[in-house]
Nanobody
């Protein structure tokens, strides 16, 4: 059974940075594209960044709202995907989740990111 454990969230001031991590169990990790998703209160869950498998070049793609500020990366040896978030804005406040892309359910608990002064 696949397990996803997100960490690294917290409270940060506008303009600050956070680095999220997602540890994935199971043997699926290196073969799959991975994504970071977020869900703000009262809103649908949305994809913010994704990265293909290393065998497909580790190509990244970002939502327009985070392009130039967020960077997704992966470490197959550690079965971990990261999201470096810079120049954070209040509208980035949400619970952040990782999952395969496209997602197939089986969500972790997520990690809360709050951007506020």
């Amino acid at each position: 059974q696949v397990q996803l454990v997100e960490s690294g969230g917290g409270l940060v001031q506008p303009g600050g940075s956070l680095r999220l991590s997602c540890l994935a169990s199971g043997n699926f990790f290196r073969f799959n594209a991975m994504g970071w998703y977020r869900q703000a209160p009262g809103k649908e869950r949305e994809l913010v960044a994704r990265i293909t498998s290393t065998s497909r070049g580790g190509v990244t793609n970002y939502a327009d709202s985070v392009k130039g500020r967020f960077t997704i990366s992966r470490d197959n040896a550690k079965s971990t995907v990261y999201l470096q978030m810079n120049s954070l804005k209040p509208e980035d406040t949400a619970v952040y989740y990782c999952n395969v892309y496209p997602s197939r359910g089986g969500w972790g608990q997520g990690t809360q990111v709050t951007v506020s002064s």
